[in-house]
């Protein structure tokens, strides 16, 4: 079992910059595939960016393609998100998600979520 910590989050004006952290402990970090998601109030909870175990291969969606960058240090069991050109609709709280493949089922642990607010 994996715990995650997230945190880096804050108030940002629009066109701004954030770096969230997401510090996992307690298995062996690299044996994990890891995403952020993040949800704003009154909507479901959305994917914004995985990043494979190895740190090969990375997705996004649409809405943050060119302005947010993931990635990893498995030295330091952290995943990070690099948040650039912010704007008013990315405020959400995030969330950071570690999952892996066990006996064909899916796998997966959540951290407690870092507030991002974006606006002047």
């Known amino acids: 079992q994996v715990q995650l910590v997230e945190s880096g989050g804050g108030l940002v004006q629009p066109g701004g910059s954030l770096r969230l952290s997401c510090a996992a402990s307690g298995s062996t970090f690299s044996r994990y595939a890891m995403s952020w998601y993040r949800q704003a109030p009154g909507k479901e909870r959305e994917l914004v960016a995985r990043?494979?175990?190895?740190?090969?291969?990375?997705n996004y969606a649409d809405s943050v393609k060119g302005r947010f960058t993931i990635s990893r240090d498995n030295a330091k069991s952290t995943v990070y998100l690099q948040m650039s050109s912010l704007k008013p609709e990315d405020t959400a709280v995030y969330y950071c998600?570690?999952?892996?493949?066990?006996?064909?089922?899916?796998?997966?642990?959540w951290g407690q979520g870092t507030q991002v607010t974006v606006s002047s």
């Open positions: 998600r570690a999952d892996e493949l066990v006996l064909l089922r899916v796998v997966d642990y």
């Open positions: 990043i494979t175990s190895t740190g090969s291969s990375t």
